[in-house]
Nanobody, 124 residues
């Protein structure tokens, strides 16, 4: 059974930094593409970024490019999202997602595995 468990969310002020983590189990992590999405009330779940199994390739939504960085530690089966220069519009529940195989895909339907998410709130 695949489990993805996020942690590290919280309440921060605009301009602050925060790192959230996602620990995976039951998944062949070293061959999995991992991604982060975020959900805010009344809006569609939004793609944030993705990272290839070998960390060589990453892809980000325009709204976070230059501020957010995805990384992973295959020895720990963990993927990270470092968020800098946070703004109130970044507020949401951040969920990690995984899929076996390659392709830095932006559509949530391409990801078979999902965590429950961690809340990030950015105050102005």
């Amino acid at each position: 059974q695949v489990q993805l468990v996020e942690s590290g969310g919280g309440l921060v002020q605009a301009g602050d930094s925060l790192r959230v983590s996602c620990a995976a189990s039951g998944l062949t992590f070293i061959t999995a593409t991992m991604a982060w999405f975020r959900q805010t009330p009344g809006k569609e779940r939004e793609f944030v970024g993705a990272i290839a199994y070998d960390s060589v390739s990453t892809y980000y939504a325009d709204s976070v490019k230059g501020r957010f960085t995805i990384s992973r530690d295959n020895a720990k089966n963990t993927v990270y999202l470092q968020m800098n220069s946070l703004i109130p519009e970044d507020t949401g529940v951040y969920c990690c997602a995984g899929r076996q195989g390659g392709g830095l895909l932006v559509f949530q339907g391409h990801y078979a595995y999902w965590g429950h998410g961690t809340q990030v709130t950015v105050s102005s």
